[in-house]
């Protein structure tokens, strides 16, 4: 892993606090239970402890002006305090990182007996500034934070590298600077952006990932705040639930440039993560791609197969928020339709308000295809399978 000079030199002052301090409560997933890797957990940064990973110079601009970053929390009533379920808002004390992590162990990763759980931040307000550099910093910083506070205290976490997305070689640099740790997953990058993500300005991100072997992960959120567009194409929405509603519309524009663009035609071993932009409207979406595609592929000639193999071999969907249709006869084959056994893992979003429970939030579905989305998609995804229970995860 190639970690900066000032992170080398932190990392021996973690090493002697740790040393000092009453060890943390113990991994428990050895107990009886289906194991499963949750995909979407919003472990947060205190606003200290990240400054501490900074360089100077924005320590000392976030001291004089603030974080100077947009958030869609100031334009929309997101549910909850905060986005988070109301009776899971732990208390930061003195030693914040550790009671944080304790929290979230005891109230989601042990108490569901998740063999992995991906982090994948709590902030995405770094894609919204123009100011590449401040962003470049801040994604680093958060980078370095979560390696050495969560990654390094618990085998069962797994990291996505933030990037700037904003400036594509600046990214392509920050996923070689921490893309080789083996506990970091994926790159991720926020649903709101500049232009679609098949556009070639972002070429050498998927380079790097290629490169590093690692996933490109867009999660839902920032649409239409900073410098990204608006979150419709008719403009801004007033309330809450529209935006969500906006968001898939988004997630669409992105997956339909990734094909048609050819992206997946220039980096073959490219994957792509749709998380959190829920999952059934991608099957009659990707029947419109592949009528589209059959009348106007002359229009796009290197795209040779039909949109939905690109979909099949490329792309993979999380499940939360879980659409639920009001037949539930109907649920298994909207599942087959988008290659759920293939194609959907499980994802929670812990922990947010509109949080999906691994116990509650499916309905009944058979045993094999529910150990795919539960745990061997993921696993077979981010090279997880081969974990031993003395390692701190489940075994496969």
Known sequence: MKISPRTNKRRLGVERMESTQTPLSKSRTSKSGPSIIDCDIHASIPHDGLKAYLPRIYREQ??????RLP????MYMNGGTNGSMQEHQPTRGGNDEDAYLNYMRANHIDKFNLAYGILTGSDY???TTPDTDYAAALCSASNDYVIERYLSRDSRLKGSVHIPKQDPILSAKEIDRVGSHPDMVQVIVSNGAERPYGNRRYEPIYEACVRNNLPFAIHVSMEGIGINHPPTGAGYVSYYAEYRAARTQIMMAHLASFIFEGVFVKYPDLKVIMVEAGMLWIAPYIWRLD????????QTPWVKEPPSEYYRKHVKVTSQPLELPPQKELFMPMLEAISARDNLMFASDYPHWDFDSPLLAFPKIDEDIKRRIFYQNAADLYNLSSVKLAEGGVQA
């Open 71 to 74: 958030g869609q929390n100031q």
């Open 125 to 127: 307000g770094v894609h």
């Open 62 to 67: 976030i001291e004089t002006w603030g974080k």
């Open 291 to 298: 009528q589209d595609w059959k009348a106007l592929r002359h």
